[in-house]
């Protein structure tokens, strides 16, 4: 039988929640990851595609390669300085200090005027030894490659956040028994944010998420290390649910325990709460040839679940008792970047 048991809970509640100390997800890669293997791709690509374009004779070949590898290893390092810039604004944005932003202006400008006198001077060489035509040719590739890796890297740079409810990465799996009524489900939710801005005043907290999503979150009074939040702080939360579902006993009973683990104080906000809750259900109708069962549970409420294909249904029974054991588990952290 498949359920879906984890509940559509808002972000802004589970963030909440995190901030309390009640509520872990990482990044794959670091911005820094991610540029680097971005630059590494289009290297690689680059050189096909130039070798493609120019359809060089075997003797230019032979001139033009190492002035071309020359020519990208000083345009990587210019890159370089690009990936600086694009990196630390990341890092620093949305609040960029006036007397930085201006120091990044220039530094900047500097590595444009150097990108274009790179580029002139490797055109003169490439002149030399090839076709007016070719040597044009190369200059039109140059510019759509340079757009292409442009464009990639902007990816990579933050614009002005757009509000929303910051949505979660949700992944699930089953595991069942073949021939057994139930299994064991589970999901996760993982949610990344860094702090933005904090208003201590109002406990007010604004978050944006790895893809410019903004939202505002209000901690409340119970957040004993709210003291400790800085802005560029890393807020990290997985919320884990685990159904197991299985044919009980006539002494199962219903109920519930709870773990709630929180970060001392004085520490950055964070800590682990579990809860479990048991509900049992008693079979009322088995329809055979539709493969389902209903349920009735102890609060008077009925649902028709469907039973798996290699389940036999002619060994359950009315008043068969079926337990379902939710456990759910909010790990949550707050580091720094």
């Not at 609040?95 to 055109?123: C, F, I, N, Q, S």
Request: glycine share 8%.
């Amino acid at each position: 039988m498949k359920l879906k048991f984890l509940p559509i809970i808002p972000s802004g509640l589970l963030i909440a929640a995190a901030l309390a100390g009640l509520s872990h997800s990482t990044f794959a890669q670091s911005d820094d990851d991610i540029i680097e293997a971005t630059r590494s791709i289009l290297k690689a690509d680059r050189q096909a595609v130039v070798s493609e374009a120019m359809q060089l004779t075997e003797a230019e070949a032979k001139s033009f390669w190492p002035i071309y590898q020359k020519y990208r290893a000083e345009m990587d390092t210019v890159g370089d300085g690009v990936k600086h810039l694009v990196l630390e604004y990341a890092g620093l944005y949305p609040d960029v200090p006036d007397a930085r932003a201006k120091t990044m202006l220039k530094e900047l400008a500097a590595v444009e005027k150097k990108h274009a006198a790179t580029r002139a001077t490797y055109l003169g060489k490439v002149a030399r030894v090839l076709p007016a035509a070719k040597t044009l040719r190369f200059a039109q590739v140059e510019s759509r490659l340079d757009l292409a890796t442009r464009l990639e890297l902007a990816a990579c740079i933050p614009l002005v956040p757009i509000t929303g409810e910051i949505a979660g990465r949700l992944s699930a799996g089953a595991a069942f028994v073949e021939g057994t009524v139930g299994g064991v489900f589970v999901e996760t939710l993982e949610i990344s944010a860094k702090i933005a801005a904090i208003d201590k005043a109002s406990r007010k907290v604004t978050l944006i998420s790895e893809d410019g999503i903004k939202q505002v979150v209000k901690v409340g009074p119970e957040v004993i290390n709210f003291d400790q939040i800085r802005v560029g702080d890393q807020l990290k939360v997985e919320l884990t649910e685990e159904l197991v579902v299985q044919i009980g006993g006539k002494d199962d009973v219903s109920g519930g325990a709870a773990l709630v683990a929180l970060a001392p104080k004085g520490a950055k906000p964070g800590g682990l709460v579990a809860e479990a809750v048991q509900v049992i259900g008693t079979i009322t109708a088995i329809d055979t040839d539709g493969r389902t069962a209903m349920l009735k549970f102890e609060d008077g409420t009925t649902k028709t679940f469907p039973v798996r294909d290699d389940v036999d249904l002619a060994g359950r029974k009315v008043g068969d008792k079926v337990v379902f054991r939710v456990t759910e588990v909010i790990a949550t952290s707050v580091v720094k970047p």
